[in-house]
């Protein structure tokens, strides 16, 4: 078969996806009438499981944005064993992430090492002000119900 | 008109004239840009384009055309600003002017020039004025490069438009635009006449020249390097706001229009249908209600030619300046005049 020049091709690739877009639909979404659905696993917004954060700080140092503010208080929590002594733990009063300054780059769910932060795919959470954006520990823990599962261990791999 | 019974006084078939030429220019600019630079280029990029102006996003350039009006008429401080206010008018006058030329019917015209044709391409070139002087007028570098790339474009690809023109009008016989269309449909191709003889397929390589030459008038892509805004902002409209940048747009989509009708009647047949399929013998035998009909055909056959140029500019990628210029003037200019004179020894020869 002789070939067919490349413009003959240009022309059939878009008369080609007219008509599929006439027959199939777009690919795009009409979107606030219909919902987009994005990935599983797309970075939507930061999800914050409030009682595995003990304010140790590190997602706050290494936020590129400084856009993670932490407030907490020492306190004392009562013994694991009967006649122990009173444990000492870290009480989070505040944990705020400002996503006007947040740049999506996820150091900081790397960074957790107690699993207190978490991807999630939701999207609508524009806001007409922009000081709105600032989000509270309570609408951040809104967010963890739309997390996702995590992954099955690869085999091998030791459990925590 | 008097095939409808209707005797109209010469102010009433003026002021029909004035009409039909209004509706005439603004009826296909409207289609173009709602049909084809809305919708048809959305589903090429697999998308649905406007949707929430009216159904289906029917009523966009609505809302198009009054975001435009009322924005602020401005002109950059050093410019001149009369000829920076005429330049968008010049422009749109030359799609008038090109409209008047154009037949729709046996007796729906606008006038009956014996040399239709010849000021059609002469009026046509009257655009490149408005877009120089804009360029100009601006006192802005963009705007003048713009300006200047559209001159020489312009110019190059007007002489290709008038010898692909030329062979039509050697096989007609006349430059009388009405006389182009009762020859493609009375003549026969080697003696087969149900579909008559239009020029589309005896003129082809023509058609073709005088296709290219008309989407590189219209600075459609890929002749869009006067626009080009990725280097340009927007060449010569880059100062432009509101109500003229809005003529400029009009303009733009009017003279696709207009270049499409004026390229059916070279090469499609015009508003007629063959003479022979209702045994019509000359103009004299087309009854009335062709007046009629012949418009809806010729829109038909202006769709048709509009949704090539934009199918052609939604697929291209832009020419480089001097590929464009060398296209002209070493590939389609020998290719037209090849084209006439092959046309003159075959007219003379059968």
Redesign the interface.
């Known amino acids: 078969m002789p070939k067919v020049p490349g413009?003959l091709k240009?022309?059939g690739?878009?008369?080609g996806?007219?008509v599929?877009?006439?027959k199939d639909g777009?690919?795009?979404v009409?979107y606030p009438h219909e919902k987009e659905s994005p990935p599983i696993r797309a970075r939507g917004v930061i999800a914050l499981h409030e009682g595995n954060c003990t304010a140790c700080m590190l997602c706050v140092r290494s936020c590129p944005d400084w856009c993670i503010y932490i407030e907490g208080h020492k306190t004392l929590a009562p013994p694991r064993r009967a006649g122990g002594k009173p444990r000492q733990v870290n009480h989070l009063d505040r944990f705020d992430i400002d996503y006007a300054l947040c740049m999506y780059c996820g150091i900081c769910v790397e960074v957790c090492p107690f699993d207190a932060l978490f991807w999630s795919p939701e999207y609508e959470y524009s806001e007409p002000k922009i000081a709105d954006l600032l989000h509270d520990k309570d609408k951040l823990g809104e967010w963890m119900e739309t997390v996702p599962e995590a992954p099955e261990l690869e085999a091998g791999a030791a459990a925590k | 008109m008097g095939a409808l019974a209707i005797e109209v006084p010469y102010w009433g078939q003026s002021l029909l004239r004035v009409l039909g030429g209004v509706v005439a220019v603004l009826l296909p600019a409207g289609a173009i840009v709602y049909l084809f630079l809305f919708k048809m280029m959305s589903f090429m990029q697999s998308r649905l384009g406007p949707m929430e102006a009216g159904p289906y996003g029917s009523l966009q350039l609505v809302a198009e055309v009054g975001k435009w009006m009322q924005k602020e008429d401005l002109a950059p401080d050093h410019a001149d600003r009369s000829i920076f206010r005429i330049a968008p008018l010049v422009v749109l006058t030359s799609t008038f002017l090109l409209v008047v030329i154009v037949p729709f019917g046996p007796e729906a015209y606008f006038t009956n020039f014996a040399t239709g044709i010849f000021f059609g391409l002469a009026v046509a070139s009257v655009s490149v004025i408005g877009i120089l002087v804009a360029g100009w007028a601006s006192a802005n570098k963009y705007s003048l490069l713009g300006g200047l790339r559209a001159a020489g474009q312009l110019i190059a690809y007007e002489l290709p438009m008038v010898l692909a023109v030329i062979g039509v009008v050697i096989q007609a016989g006349s430059m009388n635009m009405q006389q182009i269309v009762v020859v493609q449909n009375t003549e026969s191709i080697f003696g087969i006449d149900w579909l008559g003889n239009p020029f589309i397929i005896t003129q082809f390589v023509g058609f073709l020249i005088f296709m290219i030459a008309v989407q590189a008038e219209l600075t459609q892509a890929p002749f869009d390097m006067p626009i080009a805004e990725s280097e340009l902002v927007s060449g010569y409209m880059t100062e432009y706001s509101g109500f003229r940048f809005l003529i400029f747009f009009i303009a733009e989509f009017a003279t696709a229009g207009v270049f499409a009708f004026i390229a059916s009647v070279l090469f499609l047949g015009g508003w007629a249908v063959p003479f022979s399929w209702f045994g019509w013998d000359s103009l004299a035998d087309v009854p009335g209600w062709m007046n009629l009909v012949g418009p809806l055909i010729m829109f038909s056959k202006m769709l048709l030619l509009t949704f090539v140029i934009m199918w052609v500019r939604f697929s291209y990628p832009r020419f480089r300046e001097d590929q464009l210029q060398t296209f002209a003037w070493k590939i389609l200019i020998p290719l037209a005049l090849a084209n006439t004179a092959i046309t003159a020894i075959m007219t003379v020869v059968f």
Request: charged share 0%; net charge neutral.
């Open positions: 413009l240009g022309l690739v878009t008369f996806t007219l599929t877009t006439i777009a690919n795009t009409q």
